[in-house]
């Protein structure tokens, strides 16, 4: 402000309007709880040196994106995650996707296939095909993508414990359709820690798991180069509850864990640095998402650089995929989930996002419809072509809300990264359940805001109506279940057993040893093994992991 300070213009101009309206002044939290404040100035960045902090995109430390032409050269990937009921109506649903535009798969698995049961096992009984795709062999994986030529389209597969067997699957198919595994690209999530810490699909326990991983890292630098070995995900963190920064800073955590075993484990971190990804949510708070996301970048370059020492600019650069907030559906008025779902999906484009997801305003209720979906794949594509958003880089870089959010956000996420260095490291710290209560204490306020009315949610605790009938809601049929036990024993009945066997045992005995298991992976893949009997190989060798009690 020419010629006066903040301070000055909030007690002379300010202060004498507000006093009129205090019911005004606390009403507006961050996921931290605190407040914003109504205006932003310089005075709120002293001695930032602009050119320092936010150079250009492509160049370090990355805050304002990681490729020198962002948007203007390429679109981010358009993905709608989407998997449910069996392989035939996931592969259904894929290609009209791929009809509509979208760019990228990204596969749902039902909850038997992620903790490693196949439909077979008394424990999957009313879970198959529920909440994502039912994968028991190669068999199901062929079916899946069908008339999808694996070279002409980048994968993403949400999968974390079963991630080896899922991925050994992939690479199968691509052989049998004739693609090179070197041309593959995608995305595996493969990141067990944040299990641990807020999602819970976990089978082994932590430290056997870290091999699988790092094993992974391994076989795809030479055989796999251009796929992503894992997906660092804050997503199902922010999912449980925690604060933005506790997103930022839990998940780079758990990539530093992972980077530091890998290199325990042998390899030079320049090797494999380029080929990690992460995945973040985006909520509600529009500017506050775009900071998070812009203080994320900003964060691990320096980590990596610093930390790591690593040489190669491409090991410094964060690249994510984001999905708009599932928790922030509601089941009333869910046409309000279609705004605020582009919000989200907007916060994520201007924060710098390689990979966007957006979420069905029908979601609360059931998987989403087909009417559902394309609403939402349309959302990414109007942003995309008709806002403007995508047109300059870093629009909001400069702003000083923006700037003094960014700064913010880094300066509390890197607290939280120096205080579990404090306690050992990311494993031991979810080990002594540091990450889990800090989730469930932010979880808990966050909650009272809503129901004190601190918080506003539309529809919810303001502005309500009576619960809509919704009509079309996509249901699963039990018959699909029924089906998927038919093809499991057929391919039980006409697989060469003796080669399953023969596989089966040359797994086992690679995890007991110090040896690569994804060759081995991939041989009982391509024997039609089963998953759920590959998992139990390795529950003999590597035991299971029980829920820690955070008390």
């Given at each position: ?6 301070k ?10 507000l006093?009129?309206?205090?019911e ?7 996921s931290s ?5 109504i ?5 709120d ?15 370090y430390?990355f805050t304002r994106g ?6 203007r ?9 989407s ?5 035939e109506e ?5 290609r ?9 798969l ?12 196949d439909?077979?096992h ?10 994502g795709?039912p994968?028991?062999?190669l068999e199901?994986v062929?079916t ?7 070279d002409?389209v ?6 974390n414990?079963?991630?080896?067997v ?8 691509a052989?049998k359709q ?11 999530q493969?990141?067990?820690?944040k299990?641990?810490i807020?999602r819970?699909?976990y089978?082994?326990?932590?430290r056997p798991?870290?091999?699988l991983?790092?094993?992974i890292?391994k076989?795809c630098k030479d ?6 070995t894992?997906s ?6 922010r999912?449980?509850?925690s604060?933005?920064?506790?997103e ?19 390899l030079n ?5 380029g080929?990690?990804s992460?995945?973040?949510n ?6 506050e998402?775009?900071a ?7 964060l ?8 790591f020492?690593?040489?190669d ?6 690249r ?9 559906l509601t089941?009333?008025?869910p046409?309000?989930?279609i705004v605020?779902?582009?919000i ?9 996002t390689q ?8 979601e609360a ?29 870093d629009?909001?870089g400069?702003?000083?809300l ?8 880094e300066?509390?996420a890197?607290?939280?990264?120096e205080?579990i ?6 494993l031991s710290?979810?080990?002594q359940?540091f ?5 469930q ?5 966050y909650?009272?805001?809503i ?5 506003t949610?539309?529809?919810?605790n ?10 079309g809601?996509l249901?699963v049929?039990?018959e ?6 038919q093809?499991l024993?057929r391919v ?5 057993q003796s ?9 086992a005995?690679?995890?007991?040893g ?7 992976f ?5 024997a ?5 009997e590959?998992?139990d190989v ?14």
């Open positions: 402000m020419p010629g006066k300070s903040k000055e213009w909030q007690e002379k101009t300010l202060k004498p309007i006093e009129k309206r205090p005004r002044q606390d009403n507006f939290p961050l709880g605190e407040g914003v404040e205006l932003y100035t310089p005075d960045l002293p001695q930032f040196d602009y050119q320092e902090a936010l150079g250009y995109p492509g160049e430390p990681i490729q020198p032409t962002m948007y050269g390429r679109l981010w990937t358009m993905r709608q995650y998997g449910f009921a069996s392989a996931s592969n259904r649903r894929y009209y996707l791929l009809e509509q535009g979208q760019t990228g990204s596969v749902a698995f039902d909850l038997p296939t992620q903790i490693g049961y439909s077979d008394p424990l999957a009984t009313g879970e198959i095909g529920k909440v795709v994968i028991d062999s199901d062929e899946l993508f069908s008339q999808i030529p694996l002409k980048s994968t993403s597969m949400t999968i414990a079963t991630a080896p899922l991925l050994a699957m992939y690479i199968a198919l052989k004739g693609v090179d595994p070197s041309v593959l690209e995608g995305t595996i493969n990141d067990l820690l299990e641990y807020a819970g699909t089978i082994f326990p932590p798991s870290m091999r991983i790092t094993d890292f076989y055989t796999v180069p251009r796929w992503n894992i660092i995900s804050g997503y199902h963190i999912e449980a509850g604060t933005a920064a506790q930022v800073a839990f998940t780079l955590a758990n990539g530093i864990a992972y980077v530091q075993a890998a290199i325990d484990a042998g971190v320049d090797d494999f640095a080929r990690l992460f995945f973040f985006s909520h509600n708070n529009l500017l998402e775009v998070k996301f812009r203080a994320a970048r900003r691990w370059a320096r980590i990596m650089r610093e930390r020492q690593a040489k600019p491409r090991s410094w650069m964060l994510f995929h984001t999905q708009t907030a599932g928790c922030t089941a009333q008025q046409l309000n989930n605020r779902t582009t989200q999906a907007l916060a994520a484009v201007l924060g710098g990979s966007l997801h957006t979420n069905s305003y029908d209720y059931a998987p989403p419809c087909e009417q559902a979906v394309t609403a939402a794949l349309r959302t990414q594509q109007i942003i995309a072509y008709e806002s403007g958003a995508a047109d300059s880089i629009p909001l400069g702003s000083y923006v700037e003094k959010l960014t700064n913010n956000l300066d509390e890197l607290a939280y990264i205080k260095d404090s306690l050992g490291g990311a710290a979810i080990e359940g990450q889990q209560r800090e989730i204490e932010s979880s808990y306020r909650q009272k805001d129901e004190t009315g601190r918080r949610v539309v529809g919810v303001r502005f309500i109506s009576p619960f809509p009938k919704i009509e809601l249901r049929n039990p699909e279940a029924r089906k998927q036990l093809r024993s039980r009945e006409s697989r060469n080669r399953v066997d023969a596989a089966l045992r040359g797994l005995d690679a995890a007991r110090d040896g690569n298991t994804m060759p081995w991939l041989e009982c893949a391509e039609y093994a089963t998953l759920g590959m998992c390795l529950r003999g060798v590597f035991g299971t992991q029980r829920e820690l009690l955070v008390v």
